[in-house]
């Protein structure tokens, strides 16, 4: 079995950013799976790495001006070469000329000129992130078909803490991979719910639980990447939905019940990854509750709404239903308890651990379907885990189409 990019021709374009470090990291890991590739930085990248180490890194001359390449005409000739361009950093700038159609430069002379799968990994300081020029300009570029990958959430370079941090290295390069894979969701139209939900007490306290959403966001990365049209309703989460999603935040159980049931009238699969609160205070108090001259405080909780088992009680023929069990112990007999009493068509289960479930990067399911055991994960990436997931998910949804004269998977 050969690399993922084995044989693929990759452009990197490098812009001004401080984040240009992290894609010297990059260019190894596309060359260590498989792919060749050719570097084009700004004057303004050059500041920040010397093109000379992405020389050595690459095995080829990192390009940087358009009048200098040893080419009659690099910006035709090296696009015409490439499967794919991706452009990490990908600072407001670049985003701003690709959109507007400004080509005054090798780099943004090649991006006009390149008819590739194109990704960006934006990265800049989270005011700019939120500008609305940059909106705009991110939904130019959605709209005409290219991919992107982040920012994250984290700590910026100024000292500010917000999104536009550029992805890492490693969350770049399964983009990367993910552009040439096979679309076994195309067409799919995926409901994904993440994180937890808040349950309000009072305006300062709430209920809660410890899930940061990042399993259902990779899910709903991976679905999108897969061809899917992706629907993410998540609770409160400092995570940034992934670009090319419709994202709908909610905070309460009863709000991601109403989103998530709407959006399952349309869906052809709905992964509810989500971990949502199964109780809620039976009243809110409008105002702090005070625990001055109170020895003990009591507490009447009543359930919140059984999303899964809406959806298994309502599902047409040709829909597929995913749920995640989060267990302690028996995870085998708990799991296929819940798949049959919500009539869902596959459970992912896993263990709460050190190394799996809430918090974590990693995780172990265990996915199973009404005849039992369908795949063991081991432990690997949230990322691996949707993949492994969605593998199982799509599987079951031919199998749907084949059985059902409801409506059909393109």
């Known amino acids: 079995m050969g690399l993922p990019l084995d044989g693929k021709e990759i452009i990197l374009g490098v812009t001004g950013g401080i984040a240009a470090y992290k894609s010297c990291e990059l260019v190894r890991g596309l060359r260590e799976n498989g792919a060749s590739v050719s570097v084009v930085m700004t004057r303004a990248a050059c500041r920040f790495v010397s093109p000379l180490t992405f020389s050595a890194l690459s095995g080829r001359d990192a390009e940087t001006d358009i009048f200098a390449s040893r080419g009659t005409m690099p910006h035709i000739d090296m696009t015409a070469r490439a499967d794919a361009f991706i452009i990490a950093p990908a600072t407001a700038n670049i985003i701003g000329k690709a959109a507007s159609g400004i080509a005054d430069d090798l780099l943004s002379t090649m991006l006009m000129a390149a008819r590739c799968p194109t990704l960006f990994a934006p990265a800049m300081n989270c005011r700019m992130f939120d500008s609305p020029a940059l909106r705009e300009n991110l939904k130019k570029l959605r709209d005409r078909g290219v991919f992107f990958v982040g920012p994250e959430v984290g700590p910026m370079a100024c000292g500010e803490f917000g999104p536009g941090r550029m992805s890492e290295p490693e969350d770049i390069l399964r983009a990367a991979v993910s552009l040439f894979r096979e679309k076994t969701l195309s067409g799919v139209r995926a409901l994904v719910s993440a994180g937890p939900t808040y349950e309000d007490l009072d305006p300062v306290r709430f209920i809660g639980n410890r899930s940061t959403g990042r399993m259902g966001f990779a899910v709903a990365k991976e679905a999108l990447s897969r061809g899917a049209d992706v629907t993410l309703i998540y ?5 940034v939905p992934p670009s090319g999603v419709k994202a709908v935040a909610v905070r309460s159980a009863k709000e991601m019940a109403k989103a998530a049931l709407e ?42 709404p059984d999303i899964l088992s809406a959806f298994g009680k309502d599902k047409k023929r040709w829909q597929a239903v995913v749920g995640f069990a989060a267990e302690t112990d028996d995870i085998g007999p708990n799991a296929l308890k819940k798949l049959k009493e919500k009539n869902a068509d596959l459970i992912a289960a896993n263990v709460i651990g050190e190394d799996t479930g809430f918090g974590g990067a990693t995780n172990r399911l265990y996915i199973y379907d009404k005849k039992g055991l369908v795949t063991d ?17 799509a599987g079951l949804l031919r199998l749907k189409e084949i059985k059902s004269k409801g409506r059909p998977i393109k």
Request: no cysteine; charged share 25%; hydrophobic share 45%.
């Open 235 to 239: 609770g409160p989460t400092a995570l």
């Open 263 to 304: 959006a399952f009238r349309d869906a052809d699969l709905a992964i509810m990854a989500a971990a949502v609160s199964d109780f809620a205070p039976e009243k809110y108090s409008g105002s702090k509750i005070k625990k001055d001259g109170l020895q003990n405080y009591s507490l009447k909780l009543v359930k919140t």
């Open 377 to 393: 994960t081991g432990l690997v990436s949230k990322d691996e885990a949707a993949s492994r997931l969605l593998d199982a998910a």
